[in-house]
């Protein structure tokens, strides 16, 4: 089964602070990415990945960043967090590259951030 | 409008009872179809997953693709208290990075 591992399921932080976000998939997949999910709006998209070191914005990337160093590890930063980012975060990764055919995405368990 | 609609609920079901959950969505050009599920504080669960139109059934579950109507179809039978969940449709094009979520809509199966 895949594994799709974030790192913290609760988060408490102070605005202003970086914030870091951490997820690890098992599953030697190409595709890495963060969603935000609120009551209402669903799932929207921040950033994904194709590959190691590429990143690429997605619905509502402002306020956040990416990082890609290894294929199994994606970070979110909140640059300067900001109580509007209160939220659930999900990653997801999925198989084959961006322009093949795709496959469905797993996900993490989320991490609940609460921006104070 | 939205791409991808989906009716948020909830829909409250006496425990056996056929549950029928359903999106609708503008975009022709969507081949690949999802179906989550998604229980209280955490992450969506990949239950089922379609390629263009048709049924496919894995056990309780049944997904339906009709792309005439732009109209997909989850339907669970026989169903139980450990279905209570959001259950949320998903869609993409090959050759694109771009997933479409429905909002979910919440189920509650009542013993």
């Known amino acids: 089964d895949v594994k799709v591992t974030q790192s913290s399921r609760y988060l408490v932080k102070r605005t202003g602070e970086k914030v870091f976000l951490e997820c690890v998939q098992d599953?030697?997949?190409?595709?890495m990415f963060w969603y935000r999910q609120d009551p209402g709006l669903g799932l929207r998209l921040i950033y994904f990945?194709?590959?190691?070191?590429?990143?690429e914005k997605g619905d509502i990337p402002e306020g956040y960043s990416v990082s890609r160093e290894k294929k199994e590890r994606f970070s979110l930063i909140l640059e300067s967090a900001s109580t509007n980012q209160t939220s659930m975060y999900l990653c997801?990764?999925?198989?084959?590259?961006?322009?093949?055919?795709?496959?469905?995405?797993?996900f993490g368990d989320g991490t609940r951030l609460s921006i104070l | 409008q939205k791409e991808v609609e989906q009716d948020p609920g909830p829909l409250s079901v006496p425990e056996g009872a056929i549950v029928s959950l359903n999106c609708t969505y503008s975009?022709?050009?969507?081949?690949?179809f999802m179906w989550y599920r998604q229980y209280s504080r955490k992450g969506p669960e990949l239950l089922m997953y379609?390629?263009?139109?048709g049924n496919k059934e894995d056990g309780r579950f049944t997904a339906q693709v009709d792309k005439s109507s732009k109209y997909i179809s989850l339907f669970i039978r026989d169903s139980q208290p450990s279905d209570s969940a959001t259950y949320l449709c998903?869609?993409?094009?090959?050759?694109?990075?771009?997933?479409?979520f429905g909002t979910g809509t919440r189920l509650k199966v009542l013993a």
């Open positions: 997801a990764s999925s198989l084959a590259r961006l322009y093949d055919s795709n496959q469905p995405q797993h």
């Open positions: 599953m030697d997949h190409e595709n």
């Open positions: 990945s194709y590959d190691v070191k590429m990143k």
């Open positions: 975009n022709s050009a969507f081949q690949y």
């Open positions: 379609t390629y263009s139109s």
């Open positions: 998903a869609m993409y094009t090959s050759g694109t990075y771009k997933y479409i």
